[in-house]
Every structure is written in C-alpha cells, then in structure tokens.
C-alpha cells in the first residue's frame, strides 16, 4: 500500500505544471489529480455531480486567488498598475507632482498717466517724480473672457538707474500750446491667472504628527503663504526632511542691484509643509511636520547626545543599531501646528480658457497701488484712474488637468531626475535654472581644477542689456554659490570664476566676378559672417573652426575665390568701442586650422559692423 | 551433442496466482462512484460520506439536483440548472409545462448528454386548506448507452413548508 501511495504521489508531482491561470485549467488540475490520488475513493467528477461542484469550488478560489496575484504584480509596475491609489503611490515615489489645471502667464504693460514737470537741470520735461506710484504685486486684472491675472511683482514706476533717470519708458501724452502737461509712463510684468482664496483653518490644540488640511477650491497652482495666528510663516518644501528653503532678498548693494534684484539667501524652516494633489478630486492637501511645538524642544537638528551609546562603566561597546524614527520626536520633520488658526493663501484655477488673446487683458479688476513719496491728494486720484493694463502677447502655459496617463509618463523621466548635482550635466541644469532675478548666467563652462582633483572650476559669463558679454555680477556668483552649496555632494568643491571674453576680428580679400557689385558681395559675406557668428552659438571653451569662416565666404554668390583671410584678436579700446581687455595668440593657438581658446575663455564677435572688414579685387 | 531444453505452450499462458490476488483487490466489486446526495456521513469505513456504488443511482442523483439547480447557483457555472423557480407558481399551466420541458431538455443536453428523456410531470401539492405546498417536475429517463432502462426522478422546486 505503501508503495502504491509513492507511485501516486511520484506521478503526481510529474504532472502538476503549476502553469494553471484561470478556472478551467484549474479544474482540469485538480480533476487529474483527484484521479491520481483518489481513484479508488471517487470517480465521478462531471458537472452534474456533488464532487464536481466541490472542484467548482475550489478552482473558483485558486482562480480569484490567481487573478489577486497576478493584479499585484501588475500593480507594482508604474506602467501596467490600473488604480488610482497605486499610480499615485507610483507618482510619489518617482518625484512626479500630481497637479491641476495649470494657469496662464501673460506680459502685461501698465501706463499710469502723471503730471509733467520741467526738468530745469535736463531742460526737458518729464514726469513728475512724487506722482509715480508702485503698483503692487496682487493687482488683479481681467480678459474680456472674464478670467482673473494677477500681477506677480510689484512695478515700481518710480525706480531711476544710477544717474538717476527714470527707468519706465514715458512719452509725452498731451500738450497744450505745446507745453506738456502729462506724461504716460509705462512698464512690463508678469502676470498670473486664477483666483486668489485665503482659507482660515482653526486648528485644535492637540497634537497630530503630520497633520494635514485639505484646501477647499480644486486646481491649486500655488501656495502663496500660509501664515498662523502668532504671524509665524509655515513654508512649502519638496520633503518634510528639507530643513532649509532659499528665500529673496532685496540686493542694496549700489553695483549690481540693475543686474541682480534679488540675492539668494538660505534660511531655516522648522515650520514647513507638503502639498500633494489628489488625482481623483483634484484638491490640494497640506501635509505639516510631526514635532510637537508645545514640547521644549527647539532643536533643528536633534542633539547628538540623545542617540549616542551609553558607554558609562564600559571599555569597549559592539555594532549597534539607530531607529531613525526616533528622529520623528523632535521637530526635524517641521513643527505641526497647533491651538492656532492658520491662515492660507494660494492661487486656484486654470485650464485651456485662461491662454486669452493678445489685446484682452484690458480691466483692472482690483488694484493696489502705493506711491514711494507724498503726492499732492488729486495727483493721486488722477494716477488711480488713470491706470491701464493692456497684453500686448497672447497669454500662454495654462493647461487642462493631465490625465492620468499622461502623468504615468512622467515616471520613466523622473527617475532620472535628482535633487543632487553629481554629473557636469546636472550642474550645469541647476545653473541654468537658478531663478532669474536672482542674476542669470548666459555660459557655464566646467573645467578640472589644476590643483584639487576633488574640484571644478565653473566660469560662468552673463550678458548685459545690449546682448554683449560682460562680467557675472558679484551678487549673482554669491546666490549661484549659496544656491549650488545645497545641491553639491560634501566632498565636492566648485570654484566658480569669471569666463575671459575673447573679442575678434576678420579680414579677408576674395576674388569676384567681373560682373558683379563688389560692395553688394562683401555686405552678403559680412551679412554671413555675422549671422553664422551670433553670440547664441558659442559656448565656453568652444573653438572656431578657421574653415567655416572659409566656407562661408566662398559659397558666397559671385565669389570666386578667397585670396586672404585673417582672424585676430581685439581687446582695449577702439574709438569709442569698449573691446574685452583680455586677450591671447591665436596664430600659436591655431592648430589644424582649430583655434582653441585658453581655459574658461568664450569667443564674441562683438561689434560686426566693425569687426568684419573685407576687400574685392 | 544434446542439449535438454523445456518447451512452453503459450497456450498456458496467463496470470499468475499473485497477479490474480492483487487484481482481486485492486478492482472491488463495490468501487465509490461519486457522493451520495442528500449527503451524510457513511456507516461504512472505506470513506467518510455516502457514496454511490451503481453507475444508475448516480446519474439519477445527478439529474434531481441538477433540475433542483437555478441559473446562477452554481459557481462559474451560471447556465447549470434547469432553472424551473420562476415557473413555480405557472406549472401545470401548458405554456410553463412547455417551458420547463424545454429548459430541461436544454440543460441535460448540455451537462448530462448521455440521458435520454422520457416524459415530463409537473407535481402540484396542495395543503389541506387547498394552499399551494410544494411544486416540482417528474422526469422519465433512461441511458441507452449504459443499458440503464426507465428511471423516474423526482425533483422538488419550491416547498412553501
């Protein structure tokens, strides 16, 4: 009998495939194997019988159990997952932020209407400085469509440059016997649309670790402020581990203030938030830190003391392990508030409608104006209603919500992305999106440091208001250092240096045909040259073939042949035009007809009317 | 040179005295068939419930809970059964006779193809205050290809106590 019962197992075992998936499989399965080990003990198994509804039964639970596993699977992969819960948790996982409609940006130009005065000094009228309001950041504007813009920075109408002129453009806007009496001043901003909502959350004074709100109106493009009853400021962070955020200040100093508005400063957040987005409601949720503010605990970093090992009495001490949830008791995930009322601003709404046409942006829906001096009280009135909002561009950016699919896209590209800068590439991707009023870079260039192998040198260059090349900012090299310091991995070192603009020339001498205009010939190939040439083409320590200078003057039309051709620096000054004051050897510096500039040096061929020169024989 | 060899007839051939001992046992007369219905735990030792030794009186067990069976009682199966509830109340009626003869016939064709037929009865049983008690069908079959001649089974529809 003994024997009988291996026989069976052993052919049982050589007939189990493990591959059923389904009902039908799984009731053949067990059918064949109650036939292997039980045909002595039942034989009929067909559907209309007692033991074939029993095996009904069971294929019915491995078939559901099947399909449960097979689902899980299916839901660990972003791209095959089917709920909504799982994808989210995908999207989390991956950096992605789930959003809603997105809003619209639009240009806008504002003109105030101000008395004008006679500048005895100029001997030209201008407008009257104590008139020239700023019109602050808030000011709401509608589209004729009705949808809200509101203005994103403040415009200050009054800002003169360092000789004191006024910035705003203006133009005389009335005369009367030819003496003006108005001027129309005008200046360009940013706006914004959606609505503005302050929502005012009462918060019970007990303590819930990572409390959370959830805001009332869906498609929250951004949270404006969120503020308590004690006025202590409560700032968004990507993760509640991010235990600092970069914040504007106004840069006082006299140098560069033109250049860079804003420095860079990094500031402390022991009172910070999350915010994530349902995809299925599309509303915004808060989600605060889990330190108790009542405990005396102000500690942004929790006391090493606390976690050390206890060696008191004891010589030597073994490997040992560290909870990192103990780290969740002190306040270094942000503070959560309560017994206080939170008071949260934040902009709502978007969507395919709020891309308004040019020309639309034309009422100003509520406006919020302050003058830097005393104007006289009908100076005042006048300027208020004289305000006028026009975009002279369509509005741009808004989006309808993204589906879901369109989001489980975005997974496969966020994994690459990263908060760290490890590679040249992500460097150079986080200079470049250094918020501009905090200075912009125009070329980075990255090069080893000589002496520490651990080190980069970064040479970065800028462009002043004509589009020439000029020297970074000392501010912006300061907010690029303070913004880079919280990327860089702590072994790493950037030393971040100015790039050398190397000026250059051209001359040349071509051979053309006897029936063509030679002055029409050279202004084509000078035309080639300076197109070919722009600024936008070069990089830091990219060289210039000689060739391609070769290239284009002999494709030419009527051009013959190319007699002389000459590339030379220029640096100093030219009657009155400021070359770089740096310059080196090009022809030791020409190689296989390749000129390398030195280390950190970036080519500009400044002034093209003057610098190309060419001659026809 | 002679060599003595022994000469077998084929004629004698057949099994041995052990094989036949084990056949005897490997092979019972009574073999379990499939789970005698209503079911119940067996007075005999050789398994734990009733079953059904004659090939006949399980298909006949068969048949009666398959037309006891409706629609969608059966798990995956939800074509099993004649499905004769929602005729309860009209049997004896000639449309919902017809009606059930035919789901009958249907579903025997279907999962029990090797029965044949016979004769459809509806049962009407009425209490003593000429209340309607119980409604079911009796059904004549018989299996031609197992040689099982004229069965009657009898199947309960609805029992209103």
């Given at each position: 009998m003994a024997n009988k019962v291996k026989k069976n197992l052993k052919a049982g075992s050589s007939t189990r495939s493990y591959l059923a998936k389904d009902f039908e499989s799984f009731r053949q399965n067990l059918i064949e194997q109650a036939g292997i080990f039980f045909p002595d003990k039942i034989q009929d198994f067909s559907e209309a019988s007692v033991a074939g509804m029993l095996v009904d039964i069971a294929a019915t639970v491995a078939d559901t159990m099947s399909f449960y596993l097979d689902h899980q699977f299916r839901e660990l992969d972003p791209q095959s997952a089917v709920e909504t819960e799982s994808v989210v948790t995908h999207l989390r996982n991956a950096g992605v932020e789930v959003y809603g409609a997105a809003p619209s940006v639009a240009d806008i130009t504002v003109t105030v209407k101000v008395p004008a005065v006679l500048d005895t000094t100029l001997d030209k009228y201008i407008p009257k400085a104590t008139a020239l309001p700023i019109v602050l950041a808030g000011t709401t504007f509608s589209s004729d469509s009705g949808i809200i813009f509101n203005l994103t920075e403040d415009l200050d109408f009054a800002a003169v440059d360092v000789l004191g002129n006024i910035v705003p453009d203006y133009v005389t806007s009335k005369t009367a016997d030819g003496v003006p009496t108005q001027m129309e001043v005008s200046l360009g901003g940013v706006a914004i649309s959606g609505k503005e909502t302050q929502q005012v959350v009462s918060v019970p004074d007990t303590h819930v670790p990572f409390r959370e709100i959830t805001l009332?109106?869906?498609?929250?493009?951004?949270?404006l402020s969120v503020k308590d009853t004690d006025g202590n400021v409560y700032y968004e962070v990507?993760?509640?581990?991010?235990d600092t955020v970069f914040i504007p200040v106004d840069?006082?100093?006299?140098?560069?203030f033109d250049d860079v508005p804003k420095t860079l400063e990094v500031i402390p957040c022991p009172r910070r938030f999350v915010k994530t987005t349902s995809l299925s409601s599309r509303k915004t949720t808060l989600r605060f830190g889990?330190?108790?503010?009542?405990?005396l605990d102000d500690d942004?970093?929790?006391?090493p003391s606390d976690l050390s090992?206890?060696?008191?009495?004891?010589?030597s001490f073994s490997r040992f392990s560290i909870?990192?949830?103990?780290?969740?008791?002190?306040?270094t995930l942000g503070i959560s508030p309560r017994g206080t009322s939170l008071s949260i601003l934040y902009r709502h709404g978007g969507g395919l409608d709020h891309n308004v046409d040019s020309?639309?942006?034309?009422?100003?829906?509520?406006l919020s104006l302050e003058f830097r001096k005393s104007p006289d009280a009908a100076d005042a009135l006048a300027v208020r209603q004289s305000i006028k909002v026009t975009n002279p561009t369509p509005a741009l950016g808004a989006a309808n919500p993204p589906e879901i699919e369109y989001l489980r896209n975005l997974i496969q590209s966020a994994r690459n992305a990263?908060?760290?800068?490890?590679?040249r590439e992500d460097l150079l991707a986080r200079i470049y999106t250094?918020?501009?009023?905090f200075g912009r870079v125009f070329r980075v260039g990255l090069a080893d440091s000589p002496t520490n192998p651990l080190a980069l040198l970064m040479y970065v260059i800028s462009q002043d208001k004509n589009g020439n090349l000029t020297i970074s900012p000392d501010a912006l090299k300061t907010n690029l250092s303070k913004y880079l310091n919280e990327f860089r991995l702590i072994s790493d070192a950037i030393d971040i240096l100015d790039a050398s603009v190397i000026n250059f020339g051209v001359t040349y001498e071509v051979y053309v045909e006897k029936t063509a205009n030679k002055q029409v010939v050279l202004q084509n190939i000078n035309r080639k040259i300076a197109s070919a040439f722009q600024m936008k083409y070069f990089q830091i320590d990219q060289p210039m073939v000689i060739d391609d200078f070769t290239n284009i003057i002999i494709n030419?039309?009527?051009?013959?042949?190319?007699v002389d051709l000459v590339i030379f620096p220029k640096h100093g000054t030219e009657i009155d035009r400021q070359y770089s004051t740096f310059t080196f050897p090009f022809e030791a510096s020409t190689k296989k007809g390749i000129l390398r500039p030195p280390t950190g040096g970036i080519f500009e061929l400044k002034f093209p009317e003057f610098d190309i020169k060419g001659h026809a024989i | 040179m002679s060599q003595e060899t022994k000469v077998y007839d084929f004629a004698s051939a057949g099994q041995t005295f052990d094989q036949y001992k084990e056949s005897l046992i490997a092979s019972p007369p009574n073999k379990p068939i499939g789970i005698a219905t209503p079911i119940r735990i067996s007075?005999?030792?050789?398994?734990?419930l009733h079953m059904h030794t004659n090939l006949g009186l399980q298909i006949k067990d068969n048949l009666r809970n398959m037309l006891a069976t409706n629609h969608g009682e059966r798990v995956m199966l939800?074509?099993?059964?004649?499905?004769l509830l929602p005729l309860a109340y009209e049997l004896g009626t000639e449309s919902a006779d017809t009606a059930a003869v035919s789901r009958i016939s249907a579903t025997v064709s279907k999962y029990m193809p090797y029965v044949s037929l016979t004769t459809f009865e509806p049962i009407r049983e009425t209490s003593l205050?000429?209340?309607?008690?119980r409604v079911g069908v009796r059904v004549q079959f018989n299996v031609p290809s197992l040689s099982i001649g004229t069965q009657t089974v009898e199947a309960m529809v609805l029992s209103l106590g």
């Open positions: 009332s109106s869906p498609n929250v493009s951004e949270i990507k993760s509640l581990s991010q840069n006082t100093s006299p140098d560069d889990a330190g108790n503010e009542s405990v942004i970093i929790p006391d090992l206890d060696l008191y009495g004891k010589k909870d990192p949830n103990s780290l969740i008791g002190t306040q020309k639309t942006i034309k009422t100003v829906q509520t990263q908060t760290r800068t490890v590679t250094l918020p501009a009023r030419t039309e009527s051009v013959i042949s190319l | 007075s005999a030792n050789s398994s734990l939800g074509d099993y059964g004649a499905n205050d000429g209340a309607l008690a």
